[in-house]
């Protein structure tokens, strides 16, 4: 009868333990992906607020991330405005779109792809120096007006993905 219960008395400190164990570990800080900015936010804090139908893509360089060691392509997307419900372009503009993949460990919507041929709203900040425009945050593009044909990226730096034409659009001019 001792045997047995020193069995149990061990039983009960291997499970207090792993209990210890699983609390502690469900208790440390988790990388959350920050709230989404509220429509009032995004339109207060954009630069550019538009319909846009995007035109191209180019992949413009790959870096390798020091951290997860994986080749991250960076984007160009140029962009043909047509509502603007915010900034200094007009309906017609065309503006350019930077923006840099992101580790595929990393939990999140952290980074906004434009595709070839998609119609959507989006809220837009300027870019140091002024002459291209990145997301404003990570909720800034609606859903689409007009899903893309595909949801490819070009890969290679110089590699572009041109938008289909557009019916009766004889002006479309890739990157």
């Avoid at 630069?47 to 870096?63: E, I, K, Q």
């Avoid at 405005?81 to 923006?99: C, M």
């Avoid at 997301?135 to 490819?152: G, L, M, R």
């Amino acid at each position: 009868m001792v045997p047995t219960m020193l069995i149990r008395v061990e039983e009960f400190r291997m499970f207090r333990y792993a209990f210890a164990l699983l609390i502690s570990l469900l208790s440390t800080p988790v990388l959350a992906l920050p709230g989404q900015m509220s429509d009032q936010e995004l339109m207060e804090k954009s630069d550019l607020v538009a319909v846009v139908r995007v035109l191209s893509v180019s992949c413009t360089t790959v870096t390798k991330d020091d951290k997860s060691g994986q080749d991250l392509p960076a984007y160009l997307a140029k962009l043909r405005l047509l509502d603007v419900k915010k900034g200094d372009a007009q309906k017609g503009d065309e503006v350019l779109v930077t923006w840099r993949a992101i580790p595929k460990a990393i939990v999140g919507r952290w980074t906004v792809n434009y595709y070839p041929g998609e119609v959507v709203l989006t809220h837009l900040v300027k870019r140091s120096g002024g002459v291209s425009y990145g997301s404003t945050w990570w909720n800034a593009k609606s859903d689409d007006i007009k899903a893309p044909e595909s949801n490819d990226l070009p890969e290679t730096p110089g590699q572009t993905l041109t938008a289909p034409q557009e019916p009766g659009s004889q002006d479309q001019h890739p990157l």
